[in-house]
T-cell receptor, first 114, second 115 residues
Framework: KNQVEQSPQSLIILEGKNCTLQCNYTVSPFSNLRWYKQDTGRGPVSLTIMTFSENTKSNGRYTATLDADTKQSSLHITASQLSDSASYICVVSDRGSTLGRLYFGRGTQLTVWP | EADIYQTPRYLVIGTGKKITLECSQTMGHDKMYWYQQDPGMELHLIHYSYGVNSTEKGDLSSESTVSRIRTEHFPLTLESARPSHTSQYLC??????????????FGEGSRLTVL
């Protein structure tokens, strides 16, 4: 069964600290992995997209890694800011069809305290 | 910045009412999607469209219906709302297939509460 599991479910850190969010998946055949940031009451916004051949991708203070062999990804946030408080969602796409389909994790709720 | 818009952002209605959630995008995307999201849960696909006059049901069974008469417009309708329909509804679009690295853009969502 194709699944995406994220950990931790929630995380509280102090402003300025770093943190790492985890994503494990069983989606096969794998096509790409996406990380989204979703502010409360808003729609998700894309942070990174990685294909099978990419093992790291950065977007400002966000760095995503991918290990396609172990089917794991992480999102590292550097020097956290209050505005980083949000849900971070891991999404994996398969390539069972040319148009693909997405499998969503439940997200990690990050709270950054001053 | 994504050019995809949803209205209304918030809606509180009584049981039995008919509602339509609007979704429009100005990016010329063929592929559009409706997702349902409950607090702390993953997004579930309820409808999708790959072009004008093309609509399909998603993975999550839904009593809602959709139409795609124009490329830019993908409204979702509930003929008779019930409290079980209370949820956040997210519209999304992409110009490329999701098996590639096509960016999927989301609207801001419509929060529906049925009393």
């Amino acid at each position: 069964k194709n699944q995406v599991e994220q950990s931790p479910q929630s995380l509280i850190i102090l402003e300025g600290k770093n943190c790492t969010l985890q994503c494990n998946y069983t989606v096969s055949p794998f096509s790409n992995l996406r990380w989204y940031k979703q502010d409360t009451g808003r729609g998700p916004v894309s942070l990174t997209i990685m294909t099978f051949s990419e093992n790291t991708k950065s977007n400002g203070r966000y760095t995503a890694t991918l290990d396609a062999d172990t089917k794991q990804s992480s999102l590292h946030i550097t020097a956290s800011q209050l505005s980083d408080s949000a849900s971070y969602i891991c999404v994996v796409s398969d390539r069972g069809s040319t148009l693909g389909r997405l499998y969503f994790g439940r997200g990690t709720q990050l709270t950054v305290w001053p | 910045e994504a050019d995809i818009y949803q209205t209304p952002r918030y809606l509180v209605i009584g049981t039995g009412k008919k509602i339509t959630l609007e979704c429009s995008q100005t990016m010329g995307h063929d592929k559009m999607y409706w997702y349902q999201q409950d607090p702390g849960m993953e997004l579930h696909l309820i409808h999708y469209s790959y072009g004008v006059n093309s609509t399909e049901k998603g993975d999550l069974s839904s009593e809602s219906t959709v139409s795609r008469i124009r490329t830019e417009h993908f409204p979702l309708t509930l003929e008779s709302a019930r409290p079980s329909h209370t949820s956040q509804y997210l519209c999304a679009s992409t110009g490329l297939g999701l098996a590639g690295t096509g960016e999927l853009f989301f609207g801001e969502g419509s929060r529906l509460t049925v009393l």
